[in-house]
Every structure is written in structure tokens, then in C-alpha cells.
């Protein structure tokens, strides 16, 4: 199976452990409205909260990239650069998130936007 195919997957769990992050050692956590009582937290977790949710955000966008790319026959290697990249920015995302870098956060989810763009852009130049 291709890198790329395995960094959706990847990807597809990164909301996993930032969510993990906001609940991890909290025992009031509400599992029958966990949404409003995510809602109440505070800094780190509030942060970790926040990448969890773009994290899903992001996911479709990036599956859809790969998925086109390789149905496309665009060249695998440079298809599994983008998807690394990807990767590399969303895993920087989070740390600078929760290290509560915000303009750092914010350059490098463009880059992980742009990673997206480019797997369409390879699809388009090689099909």
C-alpha cells in the first residue's frame, strides 16, 4: 500500500490524540453531553479541543487529494511527498497549538492547505 494511503489513515487518527490530550486525567468528564462539557475546558485542553476538531477539518480535503491523485495514476513518489508533508505540518500543527503559537499555527496550516493544493496540482499536471 502506498505512503500516501497509510498518512489518510494517520491523519484520520491525529483527532484521536488531541482529544485524548484535553480529556486525559479529568473525571468529570460528561459522556452524555461531551460536546457542551468539552465546550467548558481551559487552556491546554481547550487548545487540544480546538486541534481536534480541525484536525477533522482538514481530513477531508487531504483524503480527497490522495484519492484523486493515485486514481489519476499521478506519479506515486511525488504524491507521497505531498501526503508526508501534509503530515509533517499537521503533527507541527498540533505542537504549535498546544504550545499556544498561534501565527506559527497559522503559517503552518497554510502549508498543510498548500500540501492539499498540491496533490490536485501534480493530479492535473500528470493525467
Not at 27 to 40: C, G, S, T
Request: aromatic share 12%; charged share 15%; glycine share 6%.
Amino acid at each position: 500500500m502506498p505512503i500516501a494511503t497509510w498518512c489518510i489513515l494517520f491523519a484520520g487518527l491525529l483527532p484521536i490524540f488531541t482529544v485524548a490530550v484535553a480529556k486525559w486525567g479529568r473525571r468529570d468528564f460528561d459522556n452524555a453531553e461531551p460536546r457542551a462539557w468539552m465546550n467548558e475546558l481551559t487552556g491546554l485542553r481547550r487548545r487540544a479541543d480546538y486541534a481536534h476538531r480541525n484536525h477533522f477539518e482538514a481530513l477531508p480535503l487531504f483524503a480527497a487529494g490522495v484519492l484523486v491523485a493515485q486514481q489519476f495514476d499521478a506519479p506515486q513518489g511525488a504524491v507521497d511527498a505531498a501526503a508526508l508533508a501534509f503530515i509533517a505540518c499537521r503533527l507541527a500543527y498540533t505542537a504549535l497549538y498546544l504550545g499556544n503559537q498561534a501565527s506559527a499555527r497559522s503559517a503552518v496550516w497554510t502549508l498543510g492547505l498548500l500540501c492539499n493544493i498540491a496533490l490536485f496540482v501534480i493530479t492535473a499536471l500528470y493525467s
